[in-house]
């Protein structure tokens, strides 16, 4: 069974970078598939942000391509997104994901974090 756990800061300042951690379990990220990136603004949809292959090699959509990084630590079987100079609009639920077709299927899921931007 794969299962995936965001960790991070729940509150972040204007201008500041937000880290998030996704803790893979049952599934080495190092294997196979995509590992995404997605968030939900308060009433909003889900936004796909970006992902790392399984080879290392990263994603990003290009709205969020100047100020946004995927990292792995695969001896952890961790991935971190770093989204750098945030403003209130990144406020949202952030969720890891295993993806297995971009755009088309993710078949597991963090249970999300809270994100605010305020200051």
């Known amino acids: 069974q794969v299962q995936l756990l965001e960790s991070g800061p729940g509150l972040v300042k204007p201008s500041q970078t937000l880290s998030l951690t996704c803790t893979v379990s049952?599934?080495?990220?190092?294997?196979?598939?995509?590992w995404s990136w997605i968030r939900q603004p308060p009433g909003k949809g889900l936004e796909w942000m970006g992902a790392?292959?399984?080879?290392?090699?990263?994603y990003y959509t290009p709205s969020l391509y100047s100020r946004m990084s995927i990292s792995r630590d695969t001896s952890k079987n961790q991935f971190t997104l770093h989204l750098s100079s945030v403003t209130p609009e990144d406020t949202a639920v952030y969720y890891c994901?295993?993806?297995?077709?971009?755009?088309?299927?993710?078949?597991?899921w963090g249970q999300g974090t809270q994100v605010t931007v305020s200051s």
């Open positions: 994901a295993r993806t297995i077709r971009v755009g088309v299927q993710n078949d597991y």
């Open positions: 049952g599934f080495s990220i190092a294997s196979d598939n995509y």
């Open positions: 790392i292959l399984y080879s290392g090699y990263t």
